[in-house]
């Protein structure tokens, strides 16, 4: 009967599903109360920490933290005390994660004193394809604008486009053209 239990936890193990990790992103507001020189130290132990510890890794994508005026004002307890927040520290977090760590990132995040808000979204691959398209594609303009060699379109010198570059060309001929016009 061992024999049977243990056949079948493996059959079982066998045909789980491998979970892929996703991408998420979180973005955080924290304290206005935090040190200037203590953010970044702050953002490593309250927000990194815990998404390191469940196995997640950091894309390069990162909003640096940075003091702003909120649109509203925020309310948060803390120690049975209410307080109102008109300015936080906003930043923004990219990482890759499996999702049933996801649940366990949230707990700590919820009653951390350092951190007055946020928000934990999960990013498509759809839209993981587009950023990276959109960022080739910026990376392009900058070496297409450095090129020394700039290529100029043939002009046929029977086009009207042409002609209208000579009578431009001569201040005489563009003198007589303008009060040809304003006799009109």
Do not use: C
């Amino acid at each position: 009967m061992d024999q049977d239990k243990l056949e079948r936890i493996a059959r079982e193990a066998l045909n789980e599903e491998v979970v892929e990790p996703k991408t998420y992103e979180l973005g955080y507001l924290l304290s206005p109360f935090t040190p200037a020189d203590a953010v970044n130290e702050t953002v490593d132990k309250q927000l990194k920490a815990p998404i390191l510890e469940a196995q997640g890794e950091f894309l390069a994508v990162q909003a640096a933290p940075k003091q702003i005026s909120l649109a509203f004002p925020i309310r948060r307890f803390f120690d049975n005390q209410r307080t109102i927040f008109r300015e936080a520290i906003f930043g923004s977090l990219r990482f890759r994660l499996n999702p049933e760590a996801v649940q366990d990132l949230e707990r700590p995040w919820r009653n951390n004193r350092h951190l007055v808000r946020h928000l934990l979204v999960e990013i498509s691959p759809t839209e993981l394809s587009r950023e990276k398209r959109l960022l080739e594609q910026e990376r392009r303009i900058p070496q297409a604008m450095d090129s020394d060699v700039i290529s100029t379109p043939e002009v046929n010198p029977k086009s009207s486009v042409a002609k209208a570059e000579k009578a431009t060309a001569d201040p005489a001929a563009m003198d007589q053209k303008i009060e040809e016009l304003l006799k009109v």
